[in-house]
């Protein structure tokens, strides 16, 4: 009933830039907090960045000051804009948002794989 789809990744050079998306859709009611989480291989999934329903945001300290995160609540959509982005970035991100349909529960998009490489 609920999708996230997210769009965006791939492969940059370090230093460069992409931007992620994750749209939802289905039967909402709500969206409380969106968050893009990463999972490199061989890592635990992180949390990287959250956004409240309100516009307040939190990151990891691994990407302060060259990740921002943003939403559009009338897109039902979350961004992602990734600057001075290093080879450490590289990884599976996930959108991941609170959603209430008939109860609120935790939903995840499929992921999308950033490569950082020269």
């Known amino acids: 009933q609920v999708q996230l789809v997210e769009s965006g990744g791939g492969l940059v050079q370090p230093g460069g830039s992409l931007r992620l998306s994750c749209a939802a859709s289905g039967s909402i009611l709500r969206i409380n907090a969106m968050n893009w989480y990463r999972q490199a291989i061989g890592k635990q999934r992180e949390l990287v960045a959250r956004?409240?329903?309100?516009?307040?945001?939190n990151y990891a300290d691994s990407v302060k000051g060259r990740f921002t995160i943003s939403r559009d609540n009338a897109k039902n959509t979350v961004y992602l804009h990734m600057n001075s982005l290093k080879p450490e970035d590289t990884a599976v991100y996930y959108c991941?948002?609170?959603?209430?349909?008939?109860?609120?529960?935790?939903?995840w998009g499929q992921g999308t794989q950033v490569t950082v490489s020269s």
């Open positions: 956004i409240t329903s309100g516009g307040s945001t």
């Open positions: 991941n948002a609170n959603i209430m349909v008939d109860t609120t529960r935790s939903y």
